[in-house]
């Protein structure tokens, strides 16, 4: 269990590192199993949809506007009064760095007048640690970490502790989703418009499927996308059919090579940690939503006697709750912050891993 304190601590968590802003409040109780008190989520995306893509200039004004709303939504959710909060917790990196400004002001402001601890916590810790408030997990698993932004095969051996195992050497496989389906004339976000439209197509024509069988547990999708446009024009003008089977022939390309990187990286724990290691898989990020993508991970998980474990997904996508409980762990660890805690538009989760040939900003 990753409790080691008797108290039970109230933490309010603030998300607003891209383009929903969130207000959770989250308890963690002395035996060091977290509770949702609350988890209020304003999207943005009817703001951003025209553009086909965060603004990010768009998103730090909504979150001004929409954050204290939430917080105090949040409160009222909760039956707690502002006084009933032992410390507060905001994203403070990797993000966009107006909406981070936002909602790190606004925690530390909101500490420093009840006078309660400030947690600075990065997103990605948070999504790596929702398990442990989903289902109490404990220490250490693996982790596949699929959002917008990233895409990351991870140790997780303790709160603040973390190996990277692999990465992309590109395209976030998120962003792959939503340029595929931008190319292909469907809404934005991508990534469902991509599987809805999938379920009507057949895998039918061929892509590639970059990296498979490599040592090193990296991905690149970045050929994929292009390939996949490249077929696109030698169909155009395209028929609702034709859309239907390049989608399901993205997906699948897709689910072929996560499975492969992830199955990598499976043995790479098991050489690291050992066979005794308990052998869990933990998938979160929005792209956990695909139900494609999961029954593949399940089988996946089970050919290597890994239990496979994704949070719902109003956890998987971005929340406070996560934010919150990241805090929560942190504080029952002792790990707070003060108040000149900056806001890091890059903050990966093991400065140490080697860079990846090619990667970029995202590694
Ligand atoms: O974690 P998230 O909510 O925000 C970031 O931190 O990025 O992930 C959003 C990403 C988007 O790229 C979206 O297209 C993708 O998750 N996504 C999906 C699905 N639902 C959301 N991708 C594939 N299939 C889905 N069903
Ligand atoms: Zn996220």
């Known amino acids: 269990m990753s409790g080691n304190t008797k108290d039970v601590l109230t933490v309010l968590g603030i998300e607003t590192s891209c383009d929903e802003t969130a207000a959770a409040i989250v308890r963690r109780n002395d035996d060091g199993r977290g509770e949702i008190l609350a988890n209020v989520v304003r999207s943005q995306l009817d703001l951003h949809k025209a553009y086909g893509g965060v603004v990010p200039e768009i998103a730090a004004r909504a979150h001004v506007e929409l954050l204290d709303k939430a917080i105090l939504q949040a409160l009222d959710e909760a039956k707690l009064a502002i006084e009933d909060i032992d410390a507060v917790a905001a994203t403070s990196g990797p993000g966009l760095i107006g909406g981070l400004i936002v909602g790190v002001t606004m925690g530390k402001a909101v500490a420093l007048a009840r006078n309660v601890p400030f947690i600075a916590v990065n997103h990605l810790e948070a999504h790596a640690l929702t398990a442990d408030l989903t289902d109490g997990l404990s220490f250490p698993y693996l982790l596949l970490l699929v959002s917008g932004g990233h895409t990351q095969t991870l140790i997780v051996k303790d709160v603040g502790d973390y190996e990277r195992l692999g990465t992309t050497l590109d395209d976030a496989l998120g962003e792959a989703f939503d340029k595929a389906a931008k190319l292909l004339g469907l809404g934005y976000p991508g990534g469902p418009e991509v599987e809805r439209f999938a379920a009507r197509g057949s895998a039918s024509i061929k892509l590639p499927r970059p990296m498979l069988g490599r040592e090193e547990a990296h991905f690149s999708l970045a050929g994929l996308k292009t390939a996949l ?70 089988t996946t998980a089970r050919d290597h006697g890994f239990r496979l474990i994704v949070p719902p997904q109003a956890l998987c996508t971005d929340n406070a709750a996560m934010i919150a409980w990241a805090g929560a762990e942190r504080l029952a660890r002792g790990l707070i912050d003060d108040l000149a805690a900056p806001v890091q538009a890059r903050w990966p989760l093991d400065p140490e891993a080697p860079p990846a040939l090619g990667a970029g900003i995202k590694a």
Not at 255 to 270: K, P
Request: charged content about 25%; hydrophobic content about 50%.
């Open 229 to 298: 446009r490249h077929e696109a024009l030698a169909r155009a003008p395209l028929s609702e059919q034709d859309v239907a089977d390049l989608c399901a022939s993205f997906q699948e390309a897709v689910a072929d090579i996560v499975t492969d990187r992830t199955a990598r990286a499976m043995d790479i724990y098991v050489e690291r940690l050992g066979q005794k290691a308990p052998r869990v898989l933990v998938v979160a990020g929005g792209v956990a939503a695909n139900q494609r993508l999961k029954a593949a991970l399940e």
